[in-house]
């Protein structure tokens, strides 16, 4: 009885256990890629997010330093016309024919020998 032939139901049997088995370990295989890739899409978007939050944090930075230099750049031209103003007018100081004609005219003084003379405003009507 050790060389008996398989009987075609004995055959079949075993083809629907292999088929069976063949078909959970797919189904596994399925199950474990699905989660897999969700949790691999899950850390994309954690990643994604983050790095988006950081590019947009920069730009609002950058945004903030480019207005505060153009608010900076704008004070620098200032006190640069205020120092040339103050460096002609150092210049005005040192100069004698200058501060005669401030003392003429702020203060009515004169020199030796002058006579000075105060006009009316002239008026438009």
């Known amino acids: ?14 083809y629907i256990k292999q088929r069976e088995q063949e078909k ?3 189904h596994k295989r399925k199950r474990g890629l699905m989660r897999r890739l969700t949790t691999l899409g899950i850390i994309g978007f954690i990643i994604i997010g983050i ?3 950081t590019l947009i944090a920069q730009a609002s930075a950058i945004n903030e330093k480019k207005e505060e230099q153009a608010a900076l750049k704008e004070e620098q031209e200032a006190l640069i016309a205020e120092q ?4 002609q007018e150092i210049e005005n100081y040192n100069n004698p024919d200058y501060i005669g004609e401030v003392l003429r005219r702020d203060y009515f003084l004169t020199r030796p020998g002058e006579t000075l003379y ?3 405003e002239s008026s438009s009507d």
């Not at 009885?1 to 075993?14: F, H, W, Y």
């Not at 040339?84 to 460096?87: M, Y």
């Open 84 to 87: 040339e103003r103050l460096e």
């Open 118 to 120: 105060k006009l009316p």
């Open 51 to 53: 790095v988006s939050a």
């Open 24 to 26: 959970q370990l797919q």
């Open 1 to 14: 009885m050790a060389n008996r032939k398989p009987t075609i139901r004995e055959l079949d049997s075993a």
